[in-house]
């Protein structure tokens, strides 16, 4: 599975942006696709995390209510809706697909930067 994440940019408080996470590859090995972001000098941390069997989500708890995660099928891609956002969501952001068979692919990382 190949991954190509897009959207980030610069945003002020309060404003919004869209990433998105394209797949290729082996789709239909896809367990779950979804989001980790990591500021600098910080882990890796969830996001959120879309579960392709049964279309469930969660999300981590500084983002619930504001992020939204949505899943477009023709085009292999997960959105990622962000809205409300906080200069401590800064960081860059990854998309992870886990395979069903526990295989973990990451994407290269794409950069958000929320400005006070």
């Known amino acids: 599975v190949q991954l190509q994440a897009s959207g980030g940019g610069l945003v002020q408080t309060g404003g919004s942006l869209r990433l998105s996470c394209t797949a290729s590859?082996?789709?239909?090995?896809?367990?779950?696709m979804g989001w980790y972001r990591q500021a600098a000098g910080k882990q890796r941390d969830l996001v959120g995390r879309?579960?392709?069997?049964?279309?469930?989500?969660n999300y981590g708890d500084s983002v619930k209510g504001r992020f939204i995660m949505s899943r477009d099928n023709a085009e292999n891609t997960l959105y990622l809706q962000m809205n409300s956002l906080k200069p401590e969501d800064t960081g860059v952001y990854y998309c992870r697909v886990v395979s069903k068979t526990g295989r973990t692919y990451w994407g290269q990382g794409t950069l958000v930067t929320v400005s006070s």
């Open positions: 879309f579960f392709f069997g049964d279309g469930s989500r």
């Open positions: 590859g082996s789709i239909s090995s896809i367990y779950s």
